[in-house]
């Protein structure tokens, strides 16, 4: 199995902030590194996929970088509607896949 | 419009049994994998297992192995989820979604979740 760590667990951030979240995995996962955003009672969303690819629609103050076990999420000027929390999964070993424990972002 | 629709909540009590499933609809439904992901009352996504449709192949999370069994009927575009005997610690939000075709494997499409409550 492919264990993915993510950190921190929780970041209380001001609009306008800048945020960096990372993942690390277990073992390479070359760049088949997704990141999602969850907002309660909502299906999770994608964000980046292929650890720098922006999802279409997705706003370009989002940004992912890495390859190999370290990947970084990057949020730039943080808007009111991005307080939710982020997931890293991997999808290296498809169909298998695993997900990051999550960073909560909480309003300062 | 490609969706996901799944089945209504679900009340149970331990011990019992129950299928959920997860609707595809303005897709062709047997060439995306349909993974099954699990959220518990405030925890993160856990990846429960996954599907193809057009063969029933089936990959598990070692965590749920033997715990779930997940299925699927072709001629209704239609995937499941069963627990043949329930336990409290199963309670959480069960989330179908299907894997894109990208080269990258995200998951694209996400139903709106089925909440199991398993209580005596």
């Known amino acids: 199995d492919i264990q993915m760590t993510q950190s921190p667990s929780s970041l209380s951030v001001s609009v306008g902030d800048r945020v960096t979240i990372t993942c690390r995995a277990s073992q390479s996962v070359s760049t088949y590194l997704n990141w999602y955003q969850h907002k309660p009672g909502k299906a999770p969303k994608v964000l980046i996929y292929g650890a720098s690819t922006l999802k279409s629609g997705v706003p370009s103050r989002f940004s992912g970088s890495g390859s190999g076990r370290d990947f970084t999420l990057t949020i730039n000027s943080l808007q009111p509607e991005d307080f939710a929390t982020y997931y890293c999964q991997q999808s290296y070993s498809s169909p298998s896949c695993s997900f990051g424990q999550g960073t909560k972002l909480e309003i300062k | 419009e490609v969706q996901l629709v799944q089945s209504g909540a679900e009340v149970k009590k331990p011990g019992e049994s129950v299928k959920i499933s997860c609707k595809g609809s303005?897709?062709?439904?047997?060439?995306?994998?349909i993974g099954w992901v699990r959220q518990m009352p405030g925890k993160g996504l856990e990846w429960v297992g996954s599907?193809?449709?057009?063969?029933?192949?089936?990959s598990y999370s070692p965590s749920f192995q033997g715990q779930v069994s997940i299925s699927v009927d072709k001629s209704i575009s239609t995937a499941y989820l069963q627990w043949n005997r329930l336990k409290a610690s199963d309670t959480a939000m069960y989330y179908c979604?299907?894997?894109?075709?990208?080269?990258?494997?995200?998951?694209?499409?996400w139903g709106k979740g089925t909440t199991v409550t398993v209580s005596s």
């Open positions: 599907i193809y449709p057009d063969d029933s192949d089936t």
């Open positions: 979604a299907r894997r894109s075709d990208d080269y990258y494997y995200y998951m694209d499409v």
């Open positions: 303005g897709y062709s439904f047997t060439n995306y994998w």
